[in-house]
């Protein structure tokens, strides 16, 4: 009887430490809203690379674009609070489409807590390489000339990229009309076929592509020059009064995720967008880790 009992303990115990590593093997899925070829699917994959290495775990990258990047979030959100399930998500989702859904399908305050910073990025307007525009003032003529073809495309409707063109707009007194395409990939595709005149998109996203003579980047939208573009004028030393904008995103957990985890995963993060190798990448595609 005794020798049973002690098989019965000894049988709860390999079950207990069982089912406790087979939790920690539970993968680690970072869902991207976006399709693959952007920024933000480029850094999940990058970032995923590290955190296999640091943290032990099999990390997924997911595609789940929709709904302007919103139907990530609203996954992310409803997904199980264990730290195993993140959204790399825009920082317009955040900040920005709560202005602008009235049906958003997420609290981005309430339902979602952030985890990390992601890098930051320079945005500019471009043309294919065929427009007759050099400056960004030509643009600006050749559109006002031409007003049935003045279209400037952005990855999403409601992203920081379609605010930006809004804005150019309303300061320049020019009509341009906006085509929101569903990711980075379809707007530069676009833009190299001369399917739209402009484009205004991260510089990460089109720096190979003047490089080879394929776009030409006529103006970026921060406070001061890009280091990657320095013959490239900002919008606002032309004297336009748009807002000084950067790209920028984070890495949010479902609401209540133990903070245990949300510390574990922060540290693993922040060091794998530091580490050189990595972060040469990011400086090639025009980012600056945020360090946070």
Do not use: C
């Not at 115990?13 to 939790?23: D, E, K, R, T």
């Not at 150019?168 to 020019?174: I, K």
């Not at 205004?200 to 003047?210: A, C, P, T």
């Not at 030393?237 to 904008?245: I, M, N, T, Y």
């Amino acid at each position: 009887m005794i020798t049973i009992r002690l098989k019965h303990i000894s049988l709860g115990i390999l079950l207990a430490v069982s089912g406790g590593v087979s939790q920690a093997q539970e993968p680690l899925k970072l869902v991207v809203g976006l399709p693959p070829g952007g920024n933000f699917d480029i850094i999940a994959r990058l970032v995923a690379d590290k955190l296999r290495v640091s943290l032990s775990q099999q990390v997924i990258v997911e595609n789940r674009p929709g709904a302007q990047a919103r139907m990530a979030n609203q996954l992310v959100k409803a997904a199980p609070p264990d730290g195993n399930t993140l959204v790399v998500a825009p920082g317009a989702t955040i900040y920005l489409y709560p202005l602008v859904f009235k049906q958003l399908g997420y609290d981005p305050f309430n339902e979602l807590t952030p985890v990390a910073q992601l890098p930051t990025w320079e945005l500019g307007l471009a043309v294919p390489a065929s427009s007759p525009a050099k400056t960004l003032a030509d643009f600006l003529t050749w559109s006002e000339e031409n007003p049935d073809k003045a279209f400037y495309g952005t990855p999403s409707a409601g992203s920081i990229q379609h605010f930006l063109g809004v804005s150019l707009a309303q300061n320049s007194g020019v009509k341009l009309e906006h085509i929101g395409y569903k990711g980075a990939s379809e707007v530069t595709t676009a833009l190299i076929g001369a399917q739209i005149p402009a484009a205004i998109l991260n510089i990460g996203e089109m720096l190979q592509l003047e490089a080879t003579g394929k776009v030409r980047i006529l103006a970026t939208f921060g406070p001061q020059r890009a280091p990657e573009l320095p013959t490239v004028p900002t919008a606002i030393e032309l004297g336009l009064k748009v807002p000084e904008a950067q790209g920028w995103g984070g890495i949010y957990a479902p609401a209540n995720t133990p903070q245990a985890r949300i510390d574990q995963l922060n540290a693993a993060i922040v060091k794998a967008l530091h580490e050189p190798d990595l972060k040469e990448r990011l400086n090639k595609m025009g980012m600056q880790p945020a360090g946070r």
